[in-house]
């Protein structure tokens, strides 16, 4: 068989283990995570701003700092969230940039959480685009979506 | 192993470089030679050069069918990639995407086997350096090669990037006539040093010093090209390696005897050792040559009045009693005189302008502003300007903003605006844009109601827009929370609208009345979303990637399906029946209508950004983020034809009814791809494209250009352009009907076709078994064809429905000519056997042999009168006149071989274009030379007469086509549009069109006449020059370029604009801030 045959078995495989087709709609297997959105807003250009957060029922806000670029050769970010409730930091990685709108696509995870956060892990996606004023930094606004795990 | 990445990320490249193992250089450049194919696609042709920096190979791009220049960089040569500095890397890659007509194009880079390489445009031609070995440059050429090379630079300079290297070994003339400036960003690269080569012959006095250089750097470097090209040598000498410029010696004697003091005082200033005293940027130095350009012309018309002056004043002089009766004349002549000559300036400064225009729409608009008797070489301008794409409309009035969207009856385009607005457009190019206004910020995107009747709008601040397009009703707007609304389809039906937001929801909304139906939420951004083809089903893919089925009414989840990777793209076959995702992986995974998996195409690779299936062939194209467009065949799986589209991420969409493709990219680049099997990419010149659609009948296409304008282009119009494709392979030759109405061609691909000039549509094709034919041609009657082969076999053809008629008796050897007499009754064939044959056009009765060439022969035609048979040997150099009536050949030996006789209409010429050599006319009968006439002695190919027998086509291998008179009167004429070689180039009845065959496998039919080429620049657009563009480039006051220009925008049906005040807001996308953190 060749490498390319095997590869497409495998890949075939991946998509046949999703959820049957022809089934009723049923709950997602969420086992415990919630679903968090984040939005943080940036000046433009700038490396410091706001965040809001929803988990659950648990609402938060805060100031949201940025350790290195998105656009930068890295393409790497830590981003610290310091909200009333405690403190998320996370690792942001781009993975698609100017090639479709939003302009800035990526994942995250969190590498450390304090106060109401300890013990909570996960990661999701973000996304990056400008505020609509005309500034043309791209970073203004910030949508994270996710899953985070329940407090251990 | 080889990597092979886009030429985007030269630093990237550099980074392969200094982790590259260190290797001697003469370990690896040797292993590249002649035969070897790169990257599985770069075919090696034959070694060009080799310099300080590796090897440079002429080599064939399979995969584009083109040739390109192959740069093999020495590993040794480069500095480490840790070691650049950051604007250095940067300069890098602007350097690399540099696209000006001045500049060499970087097609393309990567790393083979260790040694890295570039791969360039091919020129063909010879380096300034090489030019100034046989002696200076007249002035007026030196000039006309300073200003192209410092257009280039004044682009460069404009994108950030200096040269840094300028010499004339760096600048290169083709054979075409343009400038290309060479090497652009090397210097950067590899380090001055390493490309000066030791002489600092041209390198300013800050560089010798290893001070901060800066565009004055290229501004001394061009000066320092132009003096030389002027005088034949270098301004500051140069002993013992130590410039003068760095003595304290007097600047340089002025290069000529008789320079316009502009040219002098520019020069000075050029080279003056402190770069404040220098021009201060590329574009001063080019106003500095205009200015010396002026002064020549100023000059000319000068001296033409003075000449004429002197001879109105001996006539006067020797005929005074009439002088009186002659003063009114002359005073009119000097008028004449006068006016002609700022005529004639005026002429040649708009011919410069549009040839140097990097944009086809400008050159025609410009050229359509001559007069009616232009310079020669307007011909050929036109001809190369209306040889692509032009738009028939520009529409302005669209700045700040991408979101595009076209109405179903393909009338009228939406853009959005950066306010908020959104400007609808009519495509025919007439009215003034209409501006519909929200509550809101820009559109992130918009989608017409299939009706027409409604324009839906996805503000960036998260409310849906629904404007009244029948009436004045205000806009109906709903909230859909605050996150910005950046994808929006509409329901085949009108009735509903889906609309995902980058917090993950995905909103499906009635239209009668505007309401939410239902949301559904997803982890991640729904980055792809559509209708089914029946309207009763809505997916969506995310970038957690997850895909949905939902009901279209409801919003219910009827299934789902994980993939496992981000998706990006989704495409629904016509017939509903497959649908495909991809995104971050690379793969393709194929669905069936209820997401049951149907199997996966491709192989992980870069990420894919956009998928859409052909309408009429089930072809699905795949768009990867590495500027690579897959196609895929419709049913069977396997390895898709990998073609390099742009250079970076972009979007694609099949036409309507199938067949084209239209890609545009984050290069600005737009193309449309058509033809049968491996399509063949047309580029849509102009500025840089954001957005592009097709209008549904899939006749038009519509780009939006950063700089605020739409164009809308005609498509499917390349055979009414004059350009015949379908042949897959070389053309070999092309011949008339007697009416002009139809074209013939034989082709290397097997067949021999016959074409309408008119719409360029083929009529009928013949077959050849043998797979190559290598000449057609009618029957006096046109109602036979009749074909030589390299199976030595020539056939006859109906040319009605292509049937086979007669297969004449082979030759035992490929049959590379054949030709009718003048009766149709007898055929005469050549071929590589040497030996020419006489048949009987019905194939029966006795074969008779022509013997006495050398070698093989490569074309064989019958006199007028049909008592002769010409033959001409490429192989043995000569031509050959054959008297049926068994009298003694006569033999016309040349020095260089002979392609093709060109025996003159009426018999009693012939021409002989000698390869590489001269051109020459002899008279038939007893073969005596006339004198030469003037045409481009080299790379000549074939002859051809105009009917007429008073002028002569000569093709060129390489892609020239030249026209000249028999009288020897005027210019020749130079047609320079073909990309490649010309096998043959003949004239129409009329005498007015030239059809040329080429190597790529397209026929071309151009006028050359002026008042046909006038006609088809002032019918291709409805587009006029602006204000700005008469006042700058046509040297028209403020006021008289206002009333041109509002006359023209009447003519085509718009109210001009009134005159718009100083803008003081800033750009939209104003750069970050100088020292900011990101």
Known sequence: MTAAAH???????????????????????VAATERVVLDVRFPPWQFTGTFTLRLGALRDRGVARDRGSLIGPKRRVERVLEGKLGTLTLRLDTRLRGAVYPPIFGRWQVVGATGAYAGRGGGGTFTAVDAGGGSGSPFERQTMLGRLSPRR | MTAHQPSSSISSLLGELASA???APEELLPELRPGDVVAGRFELVRELGRGGFGLVFEARDRELSRAVAFKAIRPGRTRALEKLAKPLKEEAEAAARLNHPNVVTLHDSGVHEGTPYLIMELLRGETLASRLR?????PGEALRVALEVARGLEAAHGAGVLHRDLKPGNVFLTGQGAVKLVDFGLASIMGRAALAAGTPAYMAPEQLRAEPEDARTDVYGAAAVLYESLAGALPYPVSGGRSAVLGPGPPPPPPLGDAPPELVALLASGLARDPASRPQDAGAWLAGLLSVERAYAVRAAVEARAGRRRRVRRAVWTAGAIAVVLAAGIAGMALRARADAELALRESQLLASAEAASDPLLAVLLLSELSDHPPPRAVDVAQRALGGPIPAAVLDGARNGVALAVSADGSSTAAALSDGAVAIFRNDGTGAPRQLRHDGQRADDLAFTPDGARLVAAGHEGSLHVHQLDGGAPPVSLSLGGSPLVRLVVSPDGRRAAVATLDGRLVLVGLDPLRVVATVLHDAPVFALAFTPRGDRLVTADADGEVQLLDASSGVTRARRATGQAIYALAISPDGARLAVAGEGGTIGLLGPTLDPLGVRGRAGPAITALAFDPASGRLAAAAVDGTLQL????????????????EAFRLAWAPVGGRLLTFGTDGRALLWSGPGEPVPTPLEGPSVVAAAFTPDGRRVLTRAREGTLRVWPIGDAGARGLLTGHLGYVDTVTWSRDGLRLLTAS???????????SGKELLAVRDPSGVIHSAAWDPDERRILTSSEDGVARIWSATDGSLLVALPPAGAPVLFAAWSPDGARVATAGLDGVIRLHAADGHGEVVRLEGHEAGITHVVFSPDGREVVSASQLDATV??????????????????VFRAGLSPRGDLVAVAEVDGPLRLFRAADLSELPPLRAWPERLWTPAWSPDQRRLALASFDGSVSVVSLDDSGEPLLLRGHPVAVSEATFSPDGR???TALADGTVRVASIEWPLLRARLAASTSACLTTAQRLHLLGESEEEARTRHAACERRHGREPAAPAPPSTVPPATAPPAQGSRR
């Open chain 1, 7 to 29: 590869l497409t078995i495998l890949l075939l495989q991946a998509f046949r283990a999703g959820t049957p087709s022809r089934v009723p709609p049923a709950p997602r297997p």
């Open chain 2, 21 to 23: 193992p260190s290797r």
């Open chain 2, 134 to 138: 046989r002696g200076p440059l007249p």
């Open chain 2, 632 to 647: 895929h065949a419709a049913e069977r799986g396997g390895e898709p034809r990998r073609l390099r589209a742009h250079r």
């Open chain 2, 748 to 758: 290397h691909d097997g067949t021999a076709r016959t074409w309408d000039r008119a």
């Open chain 2, 880 to 897: 050959r006149f054959w008297p049926l009536d068994g009298g003694t050949p006569r033999v016309l030996r040349a020095d260089r071989a």
């Open chain 2, 993 to 995: 069109e030239l059809a």
